[in-house]
């Protein structure tokens, strides 16, 4: 079974550009949650999607949003970016709702916003 | 509010000795989840255990070992016999029940060294 599949794996863009990463689960996951790691603020939550419903949000400004598709791939967007955006962005996967269940990464998506 | 607290930033042993990575967590919620995960340098989260916070009993899977203890809110992790293979970044989180945020600790860097 394919395993979570990120796209692109490295990015840059120049700061004010938006953004659009990819994700797409592991077969038969409804489920997709977004995470943003930095050297400085370590890896935090973004979004939680299950049936192509927002579940969950985590503390970002307004320019980060994502969606999920009827086939459960998920996107992501990050308007006007700025330095600060530059980070690994991890797209996980689930069977159900992450309470509790066992979640897989993908790769991740390296950002650099100069 | 929520918090994991991993208070060694890095350890370093020699192949073949036992390590703990400490976990501490805080949370006002009676019903939590407590989880543990493994960065290796090519960069994708690995999911090691979960633990509810009904369930202390401890657990031992090869050469891993979890020991959860409310009383003290601690969730630490050991390796038995550390291998050159279990370098990576190992991560604590906490996740409140259904429809919460994940919460991740500031992970410890573990080097083993041959």
């Known amino acids: 079974k394919a395993g979570v599949t990120q796209t692109p794996r490295y990015l840059i863009k120049t700061r004010g550009q938006q953004v659009t990463l990819s994700c797409s689960p592991i077969s038969g996951h409804r489920s997709v949650s977004w995470y943003q790691q930095t050297p400085g603020q370590g890896l935090q939550f973004l979004f939680e999607?299950?049936?192509?419903?927002?579940?969950n949000k985590g503390n970002f400004p307004g320019r980060f949003s994502g969606r999920q598709f009827s086939n459960s791939r998920s996107e992501m967007n990050v308007s006007t970016l700025e330095l600060g955006d530059s980070a690994l962005y991890l797209c996980a996967s689930s069977v159900a709702e992450i309470s509790y269940n066992e979640q897989f990464f993908g790769p991740g998506t390296r950002l650099t916003v100069l | 509010a929520q918090k994991v607290t991993q208070a060694q930033t890095e350890i370093s042993v020699v192949e073949k000795e036992d390590v703990t990575l400490d976990c501490v967590y805080e949370?006002?919620?009676?019903?939590?989840?407590l989880f543990w995960y493994k960065q290796p340098p090519s960069g994708e989260l690995v999911f090691l255990i979960r633990?509810?916070?009904?369930?202390?009993q401890n657990e031992i899977s090869g050469r891993y070992s979890w020991n959860f203890q409310k009383s003290t809110s601690s969730f630490n992790f050991t390796i038995t016999a550390s291998q050159v293979v279990d370098s990576a970044v190992y991560f604590c989180?906490?996740?409140?029940?259904?429809?919460?945020?994940?919460?991740f600790g500031p992970g410890t860097r573990l080097s083993v060294l041959p």
């Open positions: 989180a906490l996740r409140k029940n259904y429809g919460q945020n994940f919460v």
């Open positions: 949370t006002r919620d009676t019903t939590y989840y």
């Open positions: 633990r509810n916070s009904f369930d202390e």
């Open positions: 999607y299950f049936s192509e419903t927002q579940r």
